[in-house]
């Protein structure tokens, strides 16, 4: 059949490239724009080329915020992942218990990022603070800030409870598509436990999963406002993640130059790691089917 | 192998059952004997697949046991208990190989790896497998994924009995009858019981020796196909087996006339005086139109081998199979009962009546 060929469908995209233009693009250039100048105020200013970029590479500063960054994301995703997955796999699969599980699960997420933490920075705070008292009572030593571990470790374990939801419900999706014969033919088969787990419900939740590690880097890679509401970024650096770096340096400082080399590299940086993330992931998942 | 002996057995999914509306299977008592193809055939939820989960040892019944041989299997689990079981949709193992699918079972018995290489090896030759052994399993079609959750049960030696959990639902029609001879023939190969779940009155019939019929978590009739055919025991086999199903009529029975309406109907047999709702069944196959007026012809279905003609008699509607050469014009006819082919039910069981 001969079909006239045309470029009409071009038009039907034109909104949204129009949309995107506006929402993305032209502010990612504006951002683009100030990583090559520098300003002295006044609406001047002058082209300096990479300078900036070669200055944010060689900051300290910057390599600092990096490695607590890289550190967070690594200790969220490893606690995060066999947790919500442990969690998937205990939680009942019918019944009155199943949606009770499901809803008790979803609260976490429906709670907006600077109430959680406020609602952790109340609640470990030595004076008043349930958990903080506590602890204080129970004679440890806790101050979350003052000391840089305590701080981390309040940081982490808001980040876990506030998150952990979002693999498990993942998770739980990816079990609940598993016909019952899987079981029971397994059970036929003699399959211990683990082997269940491997060769079934494993790969059927890694799709799921995929999604899961991917959204739980990209979110706790750029986490901003829970460190900032509960430990403003210290005590000192300790919990100065890089979003709450580029804020300080765009806003604290209008150091407008490095603040957009900064936000372009950390856009790469998210981007790369993503990228990587996916690609190691789809690649063994190709390997097995 | 061994012959499989349900004794007094019943099942129900609640706890603390009360009457026997809360039985998915209501009493059983039947010994499937070694290396004999059985069908178990029913309408959905009459406690089919119930019924094989009791026997796969995937459920433990409320009351009675199951014994394999002279070994009571009631408590036992699963694993432990030689059972193959083919499902309704392909149960595989999405990431392994066909062969790894086979070695499974074996490796999860802890078998040493020379003889688990031998056995798949046999089994896979046996099931045409050998040149696809080393291709994923996932990307295969369904029939053969099927041979392949059959092969991982055949691969064990010690397989008492092959459970097939309506096997054919997902396969496409003309694949069917393919694998259903295959399945027949690795049956006289292996010797192994069978036991063929199925809803479908075909598969059930050419399959098995035995068709097991159940009702409403009852065993109503098990027998050949050619006894459910010409004296099905309940009303339900009549009506259930054959297409069309039996003619049910309700009707007086006295001695040898059975009456319907205005109209006395002949028997083979004299039942001397019957109390209770009495029935008379025929098949569509042993009625016969003949010139007359006692019924009347309303819908005429020409399936080209055969007619299937609905006449209108005494009020109620029923089945005839006319063959193609014999012309049939809508009106009055005449209806004749084959006598000894007119059977008697009470309550909905078959009746014997005395020579």
Known sequence: MQKKQNQKAWFLVLPVFLLVAFSAVIPLMTVVNYSVQDSFGNNEFYWVGTEWFIEILNSERFHGALGRQLLFSAIILAIEIPLGIWIALKMPKKGWGASLCLVLMALPLLIPWNVVGTIWQIFAREDIGLLGHTLAAMGIDYNYTQVALDAWITVVVMDVWHWTSLVVLLCYAGLSSIPDAFYQAAKIDGASRWAVFRYIQFPKMKRVLLIAVLLRFMDSFMIYTEPFVVTGGGPGNATTFLSIDLVKMAIGQFDLGPAAAFSLVYFLIVLLLSWVFYTVMTARDGDAS | ?355
């Not at chain 2, 690795?186 to 479908?200: A, E, S, W």
């Not at chain 2, 006295?254 to 002949?266: L, Y």
């Not at chain 2, 039942?271 to 029935?279: A, C, H, P, R």
């Not at chain 2, 019924?295 to 063959?323: F, N």
């Open chain 2, 1 to 355: 192998m061994a012959e499989i002996h349900l004794k007094d057995m019943a099942h129900s999914y609640l706890p603390n059952p009360t009457g026997p509306e809360d039985y998915a299977l209501k009493g059983l008592d039947h010994i499937w004997e070694d290396g004999g193809a059985y069908a178990l055939l029913g309408p959905s939820g009459c406690g089919k697949t119930t019924l094989l989960n009791i026997i796969s040892g995937l459920l433990t019944p409320s009351k009675g046991s199951v014994r394999f041989g002279d070994k009571d299997v009631t408590k036992l689990d699963t694993a432990h208990r030689n059972i193959a079981q083919v499902f309704q949709f392909p149960v595989i193992y999405d990431t392994m190989t066909v062969r790894q699918n086979l070695e499974f079972p074996l490796k999860n018995r802890g078998m040493a790896a020379a003889d688990i290489e031998a056995r798949v090896g046999e089994i896979a030759n046996m099931l045409d497998l050998t040149d696809q052994l080393d291709k994923p399993a996932a990307n295969l079609s369904a029939d053969a994924k099927q041979i392949i959750s059959l092969g991982r049960g055949l691969v064990r030696s010690d397989v008492n009995a092959v459970l097939f959990d309506e096997p054919l639902t997902v396969i496409d029609p003309h694949k069917k009858w393919q694998l259903r001879s295959r399945l027949k023939e690795l049956h006289q190969q292996f010797g192994f019981t069978m036991v063929y779940v199925t809803h479908d009155q075909t598969e059930a019939l050419t399959f098995a020796d035995k068709v097991v019929v159940m009702y409403e978590g009852e065993v109503v009739q098990i027998g050949t196909p050619e006894e459910l055919f010409e004296r099905p025991a309940h009303t339900f086999v009549g009506y259930f087996i054959g297409s069309p199903g039996m003619n049910i009529l309700p009707a007086t029975v006295e001695g040898r006339t059975a009456t319907v309406g205005d109209h006395k109907i002949a028997l083979g047999a004299d039942y001397g005086t019957l109390k209770g709702k009495t029935e008379i069944g025929i098949r569509p196959e042993f009625l016969k139109l003949t010139d007359g007026d006692t019924a009347t012809v309303e819908t005429i279905e020409d399936l080209g081998r055969h007619k299937i003609v609905r006449v209108a008699y005494a009020g109620h509607s029923l089945a005839v199979l006319v063959p193609e050469n014999q012309p049939v014009s809508p009106g009055p006819t005449g209806l004749v009962f084959d006598p000894a082919r007119t059977l008697v039910y009470r309550d909905s069981h078959l009746v014997r009546g005395a020579k």
